[in-house]
């Protein structure tokens, strides 16, 4: 019995801090972290380190200094150019950061004063990660969904640790499985041509099955072959040519889908009232 004392005493320190408050640190975590997720969207699909160089302007190759790198903030402040070239900065990178900073504080809103928060706001990067690399035309690549959802698991499964709730992480466990094992069907079902690609393409279903449980995964593989349906319709009316409807179909699909149907859970959860942890 002795040794639960302190992960019981950390648990009542989580229940402690009041949901607002946790609300607002994870909205700054998610600024923060969104500015990260710029360099991950960047550079992963390219094959570019994560860590080094420190971020530079494309355009001019200047470092960005740490003062021109405060989330959404500086970008406003620099009206969207370069300090040094007067070069323009896409939105995409305060958008990302500002996206990701309402995504940590609804999940904290929807998961309230539990250590779960921590497990599940990776998780929900992961899967934006994921979503924006595949506007961006790219592919999501494996390495980022697997790593975003062993953290994200592991996280969950450290919060289950203090108060013995392992119902989330059990979830966790059994939709990771289901994404992994319809990431493999689907691509047996593609054949050998397009198997391994589509396979990959649905690396983005692992951190939704980690987060929202065997239903994540599902929903999301169901949308994304909804949202190709509507995609392919759209650009059959305007005309384009094949390679481009192929290339459009492979890379808009399971990490858009799963990003979608992540923030739908997120948002049922907090209209329902029940708490994600
Ligand atoms: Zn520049």
Known sequence: MN???SPLAAAQLAVAVPRWGVVVVAGVMGLVIGSFLNVVVYRTPRHLSIVQPA??????????????NVPVLSWLLL?????????????????????????FALVAAA???HWAVVGLCVLAATVAASAAIELDGERPPLSVA?????????????????????????SAVGGVAVAGALGVLLGRRA??????SV????????????????????????????LGVLLLLAMRAAR???AQQARRAVTVGPGVAAALSAVLGVVAAIASGASLA
Do not use: Q
């Not at 054949?191 to 391994?196: F, I, M, Q, R, Y």
């Open 3 to 5: 040794g639960l004392v």
């Open 146 to 170: 697997s790593w975003g959802t062993g953290i994200g698991t592991l996280g969950l499964l450290g919060a289950a640790v203090p108060d013995g709730h392992w119902a989330k992480f059990v």
């Open 111 to 113: 998961v309230g004063s």
């Open 199 to 226: 396979a990959h393409g649905c690396a983005a279903l692992l951190p939704a099955g980690a987060a929202l449980g065997w239903s994540g995964p599902v929903g999301a593989a169901v949308g994304a072959g909804v």
């Open 55 to 68: 971020s530079f302007c494309p355009h001019c190759r200047t470092p960005v200094r740490s003062f021109d």
């Open 240 to 242: 384009p040519s094949r």
């Open 79 to 103: 009206r969207g150019r370069c300090r040094s070239c007067g070069a323009p900065i896409s939105p995409r990178y305060p958008l990302v950061e500002g996206g990701t900073g309402v995504l």
């Open 191 to 196: 054949g050998a041509a397009g198997g391994a």
